[in-house]
């Protein structure tokens, strides 16, 4: 069964450090969305991506993220410079189609990457 | 402002109870709905969704969830548990990948 996949399951970073995490989306999938969640809190959405542009992004995502398909196959998020705030599980999603009268609007996750800012 | 609700942080059941999971949700327009389940150690799967029609909808290892529009409710059962179940579900709203989560419930099955 085609799956999400995400590296690396876990990144330890300083602060005020780079990061780039990975996501490879299902392949015949044409929307890609960041998600994540702080211990203990809610899965909260971060942005939403279609054909090279972001849909739609939420207030968290401010300009120190950015999101990026850099080839046919890999969507990242990076962080510019990290606060310990980012610290969260980040998941990947996609769906095949996300119109208005879809259907099978179902987004398929990824294992998360654990991203712990020290 | 659009939200989803979970009633119970933490359920702690017996193999073969019953299980009803509560979620409210509170936005107009287009209803969505699905049941995601987090396995330990696992990435998030679809349990089941509701986008329209039959009210009642049924989902993989046996559990279904009723659409109660007027309730605003989408509670998530099923009628005899296993500790195979044990895990954290999530109740989620939206359209267009903008999910909105809810808290997320673990069940702990005893065996």
């Known amino acids: 069964e085609p799956e999400v996949t995400q590296t690396p399951s876990h990144q330890v970073t300083q602060m005020g450090q780079e990061v780039i995490l990975r996501c490879v989306p299902i392949s015949n999938h044409l929307y890609f969305y960041w998600y994540r969640q702080i211990l203990g809190q809610k899965v909260e959405f971060l942005v939403s991506f279609y054909n090279n542009e972001i849909s739609e992004k939420s207030e968290i995502f401010d300009d120190q993220f950015s999101v990026e398909r850099p080839d046919g196959s890999n969507f990242t998020l990076k962080i510019r410079s990290t606060k310990l705030e980012d610290s969260a599980m980040y998941f990947c999603?996609?769906?095949?189609?996300?119109?208005?009268?879809?259907?099978?609007?179902?987004?398929?996750f990824g294992q998360g990457t654990r991203l712990t800012v020290v | 402002a659009q939200s989803v609700s979970q009633h119970n942080h933490h359920v702690i059941l017996s193999e073969a109870a019953s299980l009803e999971l509560g979620c409210n949700y509170s936005y107009g327009g287009t209803v969505n709905l699905f049941w995601y389940v987090q396995y330990p150690g696992q990435h998030l799967q679809l349990l089941l969704k509701?986008?329209?029609?039959?009210?009642l909808v049924k989902g993989i290892k046996g559990f279904e969830a009723e659409f109660i529009k007027s309730k605003f409710s989408f509670n998530l059962r099923k009628p005899s548990v296993q500790w195979s179940d044990t895990a954290e579900y999530f109740c989620v709203g939206g359209s267009q990948g903008n999910l909105i989560f809810g808290k997320g419930t673990k069940l702990s099955v005893k065996p």
């Open positions: 999603a996609s769906s095949e189609w996300a119109g208005s009268y879809a259907s099978d609007t179902e987004a398929f």
């Open positions: 509701y986008f329209s029609g039959d009210p």
